[in-house]
């Protein structure tokens, strides 16, 4: 009988933590916008939000952020969809001139493959545009997409690989996201400055973008007074193993940038002149 009642509670352990992982959407996320354009199925699991000639829709994390690794599954809009942004970052959205923001955008595609873009802002500071074709199609299935964030390096991830490191590099003077960041998502009009010149396809509406994954590992913090308990090493995404890239990971984020990625603020003239981080050759690794 005892060894049932182990038994019992072993399996009630194991459940719970699977559940963990598979949260419902409320739980940690609200509508901002565009209730009318967001559907929500198998009971929270999956959010769908959409956009067409009305309106766009976003959404945003209950919480305030100041560490944590953030990851989310997303499937974009499959169809011709140039100029429509689909967007999942991290963000200060208080509004103070001190802006700090960690974003992965993709801006549609019609006809070629879709670009993804990142980018990172730092005391009001943007203007690190990084854009890639990745090695599948992000419109035909769901795959992760990660934002590691500690006190000493920020990773982007895409599934396992990580696509851009942005190390923490305050002691020569380049700024470093210090705020505490909600996660948002939207889907919205970006024709003009995301369609490459091309016009929306208006024909092809609604536009619809999927996604799952609503558990958060961050570390939560109500203002900027309290951040220093997320950064406790004892949180894992703190941990020293996460301090850096190891030589596998390294590695995979070298052959990314050289075999997909097509643009970087860094090989441009202003880039390389505007950001001191540009003109260190250390800053990747
Ligand atoms: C939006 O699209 C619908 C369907 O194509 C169309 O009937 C409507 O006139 C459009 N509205 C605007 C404001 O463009
Ligand atoms: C950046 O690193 C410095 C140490 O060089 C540290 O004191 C600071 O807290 C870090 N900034 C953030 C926002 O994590």
Redesign the pocket.
């Known amino acids: 009988m005892e060894k049932r009642f182990f038994f019992a509670l072993l399996l009630t352990a194991v459940v719970n933590a699977s559940r963990a992982n598979d949260v419902s959407f409320d739980q940690n996320y609200h509508i901002t916008w565009g209730n009318s354009h967001v559907t929500s199925l198998n009971e929270g699991r999956e959010i769908h939000i959409s956009m067409?000639?009305?309106s766009g829709a976003g959404f945003q994390s209950n919480a305030r952020y100041a560490s944590g690794f953030f990851q989310m599954k997303l499937k974009i809009p499959n169809k011709d969809s140039a100029g429509v942004v689909t967007a999942f970052y991290l963000i200060d959205n208080k509004g103070e001139g001190d802006h700090d923001e960690l974003d992965f955008e993709f801006l549609g595609s019609k006809g070629q493959p879709c670009t993804l873009q990142t980018n990172v802002f730092a005391n009001d500071k943007g203007g690190r545009e990084q854009r890639y074709h990745l090695w599948f199609d992000p419109t035909a299935d769901f795959h992760t997409y990660g934002i590691l964030w500690n006190q000493h390096q920020i990773v982007f991830y895409v599934d396992n690989t990580p696509i851009r490191v942005s190390k923490n590099i305050s002691n020569i003077g380049v700024n470093y996201p210090s705020q505490t960041l909600v996660i948002q998502a939207s889907i919205w009009d970006g024709e003009g400055w995301a369609s490459n010149g091309r016009k929306l396809d208006?024909?092809q509406?609604p536009f619809t973008a999927s996604f799952q994954g609503f558990n958060v590992d961050g570390c939560q913090s109500l203002e900027n007074s309290n951040k220093e308990q997320c950064y406790d090493s004892s949180l894992w995404w703190n941990g020293n193993t996460y301090w850096g890239l190891d030589p596998a990971k390294q590695k995979a984020l070298e052959d990314a940038r050289a075999e997909y990625m097509f643009e970087d603020y860094c090989s441009s003239k202003e880039g390389k002149y505007g950001h001191k981080e540009c003109q260190i050759n250390t800053f990747f690794y």
Do not use: G
């Open positions: 067409d000639n009305v208006w024909s509406q």
